[in-house]
């Protein structure tokens, strides 16, 4: 680690938030600055690799001078007053339940644009699309980074309006009717959500994040925190997403273009898990153990309801889409995220924070690899690549078939890789949940929630084996294995799914100390 002054920290802190805005204000400029290309697109392009380059950097730096003695503590803080009348602050911060997912979704999105460069999707101009990318990171990188409610709520909602552009003129097939069942099922959510945040400053006085975490509740009755929490909770299950408020999902992954796939599920589905463990947990503790039961419940029905629809995509002759069924896979993968946190334990939490990253790594790398097949082979309908273009895919493209191998056995929870840590610390917070929380209720969810990942392995072996197991006739067609532009791109997030499996420690010990600290009532 390196020694950084704080205020140094806080410009890093600031440029990583407001600077992909700056980026796509510039993007829109006759001329954008940036590196020159053969074209006006390939510059622009180029523009988006610069500026998402840019923002890793500041976001690894900030991560290497982050003091790793205490992550409880709020980091890179600035503190503003922004609206007096409302007591509305720019207030910016991290600690070490906000920095993976900062880093994470800088990560992401440089690969995003990366691969964009070589592999633009079909639809308008370069310079609304690389706009577009931009003003997304810094609506994600905002939500993780604000520590004003309102501000959150700002932050939250404008990712909606470049994902919707993203999937209705880069998208696939059903593309506008995807995007608006996305923006519709969001934006209500929000509405909701809005009035329980307001609710909560308006009887406390304010809407400081880290001001409501230390009073831990004490000025909310308990009536106002369960109103709170039913409010903002419903506006959070959306995003993240929570059956039965799942069904924009399939069909938004189903339409995107392969980047938009890859951000929607590596960092946006994270924004509304993100959300109950920052507000709900610490804000709203008595709200929120009375509805910790039903949002279990919910959690592994999600868990067991998207396992048997990737199940019945997967079977043969089923006419399953293949993009549509990691986009169901997610929806059991974020059922132990739920489930975790409702447990209200520092084991539960951490795993839940602990899949949360894992997953961003894992699914990203499984659109991206869909989405190479795609472009290879036309097409991501499961029957045609088992049967047709994608026979035998080791024998065709074996490094592409073992990526796409080894993404299907680390989404299953392989032990040794980054899937399986989380799920089995969720797993063990249910098995002994917070005071309050029925124990036998919890291990019913923990028996199911288990059989599960059984059902996980079931569907992700069957993908594997019609995908790019079988024998390879001598007339078949040989498909362009990984490129080099690929490799680059999905490189890191293989490599940091084996670290993180191989060594989860280092996730755990910026995670664990912030989460203790918050679940005992408060952030410093």
């Known amino acids: 680690m390196i020694d950084i002054s704080e205020s140094v920290m806080q410009i890093l802190l600031a440029l990583i938030v407001v600077g992909p805005l700056i980026g796509a204000a510039a993007t829109l400029l006759p001329a954008p600055p940036g590196l020159k290309g053969k074209s006006p697109e390939q510059a622009v392009l180029r523009h988006g690799v610069t500026v998402t380059g840019v923002v890793l950097i500041a976001a690894i730096v900030l991560a290497l001078g982050f003091d790793h003695d205490h992550p409880s503590k709020m980091q890179a803080t ?4 922004w609206i007096p009348a409302l007591d509305v602050r ?42 577009l990318l931009l003003v997304l990171e810094s609506g994600t990188l905002a939500t993780f980074a604000v520590l ?36 519709l099922y969001t934006l209500l959510g929000s509405v909701v959500m809005l009035l329980g945040l307001l609710l909560i400053g308006i009887k406390t006085g304010t809407f400081d994040m880290v001001a409501l975490a230390t009073d831990n ?16 909770g419903i506006g959070l299950a959306v995003k993240t997403p929570m059956w039965p408020l799942h069904s924009w999902l399939p069909d938004a992954h189903t339409a995107a273009p392969t980047v938009g796939s890859v951000l929607l599920a590596g960092v946006m589905l994270k924004m ?21 039961p039903y949002l279990a419940a919910f959690a592994v029905v999600g868990i067991i309801y998207g396992s048997l629809a990737c199940l019945a995509l997967a079977k043969q002759g089923a006419k399953g889409d293949l993009k549509r069924l990691i986009a169901y896979s997610s929806v059991g993968h974020m ?3 739920l489930l975790g946190i409702s447990t209200m334990t520092p084991t539960g939490v951490n795993g839940a924070l602990f899949a949360n990253i894992a997953h961003g790594l894992i699914t990203g790398l499984l659109f991206f690899l869909v989405g190479a097949l795609k472009d290879r082979t036309g097409t991501s309908d499961l029957d045609t690549l088992a049967e047709e273009s ?17 993404a299907a056995v680390a989404s299953l929870g392989l032990p040794g890789l980054a899937g399986f840590w989380g799920e089995m610390l969720a797993l063990f917070g249910a098995f002994e949940p917070a005071a309050g929380l029925s124990r036998p209720a919890y291990l019913t969810f ?25 024998a390879t006739p001598r007339e078949s067609p040989g498909l362009a294995d990984v490129q080099t532009y690929e490799f680059a791109a999905w490189t890191p997030l293989v490599a940091l799914t084996v670290v993180a499996g191989l060594w989860p420690r280092a996730l755990l010990d910026l995670t664990d100390p912030a989460v203790q600290q918050l679940l005992a009532g408060g952030t410093r």
């Open 78 to 81: 600035t503190d503003i007053s």
């Open 90 to 131: 720019i207030h910016l911060g991290i600690d070490g339940i906000s920095l993976p997912l900062l880093v994470l979704t800088a990560l992401l999105t440089f690969l995003c644009a990366l691969y964009s460069y070589f592999k633009m999707p079909a639809g308008p101009t370069p310079k609304a699309f690389v706009a």
């Open 148 to 183: 004003d409610l309102l501000l959150f709520f700002l932050a939250f909602e404008t990712v909606l309006i470049p994902m919707y552009f993203l999937i209705a003129r880069w998208g696939g097939a059903q593309r506008q009717a995807a995007a608006w069942k996305f923006i």
């Open 217 to 232: 509740g004490r000025s909310l009755s308990t009536s106002v925190q369960v109103t709170a929490v039913l409010a903002i």
């Open 272 to 292: 509304g898990t993100y959300g109950f463990v920052r507000i709900l947990l610490p804000i709203a503790p008595d709200g929120f153990r009375t509805f910790a």
């Open 335 to 337: 059922g132990f995220v």
């Open 390 to 406: 994608g026979a035998a895919l080791y024998g065709k493209a074996p490094r592409l078939g073992g990526l796409l191998a080894f």
């Open 446 to 470: 923990m028996t199911i929630a288990a059989f599960g990942t059984l059902l996980t392995a079931a569907y992700m072996l069957v993908v594997v084996r019609r995908v790019c197991m079988g």
